[in-house]
């Protein structure tokens, strides 16, 4: 019997795996078993209902996972990670700074904020261009502007730091 | 007819207009830029070459190799597509010149719709309803106050060279005009090369409806019945139909006659598309021709039977329509969605990578466009469209209802697409029921975004991938196994709490 901690969506679910084939999903018990049809497709049965499913393992050691025309993001730890986790969590809850990365290449074309500025989340905070289109990125946290690392018609790359809000 | 042409694009066009060739006996040439190497539209080409570096002005909008390479490889005619090079009035005139047939209008018609002003000049002339606002490009945002101010807000900036939606503000007030000026013109310079907009009356929750027209060189002109394309985000298309429920007969008649109108205005040859504003009391409003091959095509096909992209190349080949309008009536309901990849709830970003998996929807009245096959990869350079789901029924409900069950059975993995987010469409009351307009998305939508939208429906799912996961926890816990080295790439706020 081994005992798992689900996130999905922001929410946690407690997952046990029988040795029986059975898998209790908070607490509600069913026959479970999976297959692997191929690399990324595996095959689900749920007691007597069958589903498709397609998984992809992301870079930070969680799954895509796509079924019934859904998508998930799924981070999935036993019950020892999840304690360490939030653990982790607990400890560095002291300063809350949020780095904003560019989510892909681009130009920037306008800076909206300056440095010390208070903003809200959905506020925009730059326009960068990208597949010949402007798009307002907005703030989806709320703080002060402590540093901006771009600046006006500069090209940035995916991932780079655009500002910090504390 | 031609023996080889040469698809001047890449993606799910080129590779339907290589089907077209194919069937038509005609040798197909496909360019590719370097990170298109291993292409689909490569793939199944007679013929490839690579035309250069990955951004497309080095590569699909290269003019001069683009003919040169016609020429070198004796292809006798240039299929552009939509996008890239399709509508540049400049290029066509390059392709007449070089004594290559363009599979499209002449470079004259293109030039009297391309820029909308004139068009919008030229409909009034012929009697096609426009939207009221200028027929001349604004001079200054001061200039554009004072007409705001006479026709009324809420107003519409437009890119007069513009088109799908690029170089488009909406002007509520005269504070936001300025910046809104400035903005579209940036976006228009970028987009189109010439930073002009005009401004039109925003009309208050339209319908968008366009028909498709095909003429030969002969003068002969049909209508193919209209298209109802109002489902948007951000004035981008996401899910197109035919007929348009909301279209009467008397209404058909006159806005097909209207379209025919405003095709012959140009001297128009081939297939194009004239696109109207429908309001609610069903009056319409000419807003713009696309004078070439639409993304929506195949819901048209779907209804009428016809391939509108060998009706296409026959014109191109001064063959006559062999179609009458007597011969064409609409036949059920069709649908397409737009599969995008895109991160919904990441603000739309693109989604790039590699598609790892790939199992495409099949069965009675399912067609797939698609650009993608497993490995291709989804890169940064172009338009994030991968392939394009269109269903047929005897009548609306059952397309919807095969669409529904077309895009469960469709499966991709390597990049995040915007199919969940056509299974909230699919079920809204508004949409069921017609009565949506070019504002649905924006209205009823985007408030939902992100994860909202999908709270409510996927409940029971969301539990079952709570099972698939730690089932596949246990299974690389025991056996190290199933490590997938391809990971998504997508996020558009990467949020990292440090």
């Not at chain 2, 194919?22 to 070459?49: C, P, Q």
């Not at chain 2, 590699?354 to 338009?383: A, C, F, N, Q, W």
Request: glycine share 6%; aromatic share 8%; hydrophobic share 40%.
């Amino acid at each position: 019997m081994n005992e798992y901690v689900i996130s999905i969506n922001n929410r946690k679910y407690s997952g046990v795996i029988n040795n029986d084939g059975t898998v209790e999903l908070d607490g509600r018990k069913v026959r479970a078993e999976i297959s692997q049809i191929n690399k990324y497709a595996f095959l689900l049965k749920l007691d007597d209902k069958p589903y498709e499913i397609v998984c992809n393992k992301l870079d930070n050691g969680n799954y895509g996972l796509l079924l019934e025309g859904w998508y998930f993001e799924t981070t999935v730890r036993t019950k020892l990670q999840e304690t360490a986790a939030e653990l982790m969590k607990h400890k560095s809850k002291g300063s809350r700074k949020s780095v904003f990365k560019a989510p892909m290449p681009g130009l920037v074309l306008k800076i909206k904020k300056q440095e010390g500025e208070y903003v809200k989340i959905g506020e925009p905070l730059i326009i960068l261009e990208a597949m010949k289109m402007e798009n307002e990125l907005r703030s989806t946290a709320e703080g002060t502007i402590t540093s901006i690392h771009i600046s006006e018609g500069s090209s940035v790359e995916k991932d780079a730091i655009i500002l910090t809000i504390e | 007819m031609f023996k080889k042409i040469l698809i001047a694009n890449r993606g799910e066009i080129a590779v339907r207009i290589i089907k077209a060739c194919r069937e038509l006996g005609i040798k197909s040439v496909a360019i590719f830029s370097e990170v298109d190497k291993n292409a689909l539209h490569v793939r199944i080409a007679d013929e490839a070459y690579l035309i250069g570096h990955s951004p497309a002005n080095e590569s699909y909008l290269n003019k001069e190799k683009i003919i040169d390479l016609a020429k070198k490889v004796t292809a006798e005619a240039i299929h552009p597509g939509y996008g890239f090079l399709s509508e540049n009035a400049e290029f066509i005139k390059l392709v007449e010149d070089n004594g290559i047939v363009f599979i499209g209008p002449s470079s004259k018609s293109v030039e009297m719709m391309g820029e909308k002003t004139a068009a919008r000049k030229l409909m009034k002339q012929n009697n096609v309803p426009i939207v009221p606002g200028t027929i001349e490009p604004l001079n200054d945002f001061k200039e554009g106050i004072q007409i705001a101010n006479e026709i009324g807000y809420p107003i519409m900036l437009k890119a007069a060279s513009g088109g799908g939606g690029k170089g488009m503000r909406k002007v509520y007030n005269d504070n936001e005009f300025e910046d809104a000026f400035t903005r579209a013109q940036n976006e228009s310079l970028k987009a189109f090369g010439k930073s002009e907009v005009y401004i039109e009356k925003l009309i208050l929750n339209p319908k968008h409806i366009e028909v498709q027209i095909l003429a030969d060189k002969y003068g002969n002109y049909i209508h193919l019945f209209e298209r109802e394309c109002s489902v948007q985000r951000r004035h981008q298309k996401v899910i197109e139909e035919a007929p348009s429920i909301f279209v009467d007969d008397e209404t058909r008649t006159k806005i097909t006659e209207a379209a025919i109108k405003a095709a012959k205005a140009c001297n128009y040859y081939n297939a194009g598309t004239i696109e109207f504003l429908l309001d609610r009391n069903k009056n319409f409003y000419f807003l713009e021709m696309n004078t070439r091959l639409q993304v929506e095509h195949p819901v048209t096909e779907m209804i009428t039977g016809v391939d509108l992209v060998k009706q296409q190349i026959k014109i191109a080949a001064n063959l006559k329509l062999d179609i009458a309008q007597s011969d064409l009536k609409i036949n059920g309901h069709a649908i397409e969605c737009r599969i995008y990849a895109e991160d919904v709830d990441n603000n739309f970003a693109p989604s790039t990578g590699k598609i790892i998996h790939h199992r495409l929807t099949s069965g009675p009245g399912t067609r797939i466009d698609r650009g993608i096959d497993l490995m291709s990869e989804v890169p940064i350079y172009y338009d994030p469209l991968l392939s394009k789901v269109t269903t047929w029924g005897k009548n609306r409900e059952e397309a919807i209802a095969r669409m529904k069950r077309a895009l469960i059975e469709y499966q991709i993995s390597g990049v995040i697409t915007n199919i969940p987010a056509f299974n909230w469409v699919l079920k809204q009351k508004t949409f069921l029921d017609g009565s949506f307009d070019i504002n649905f998305l924006d209205n009823e939508f985007l408030p939902l975004v992100p994860s909202k939208w999908k709270e409510n429906s996927t409940k029971e799912i969301e539990a079952i991938a709570a099972i698939v996961g730690a089932l596949l926890k246990e299974k690389e816990t025991s056996s190290a196994l199933t490590k997938n080295e391809v990971a998504i790439s997508n996020k558009w706020f990467n949020q990292n709490y440090e």
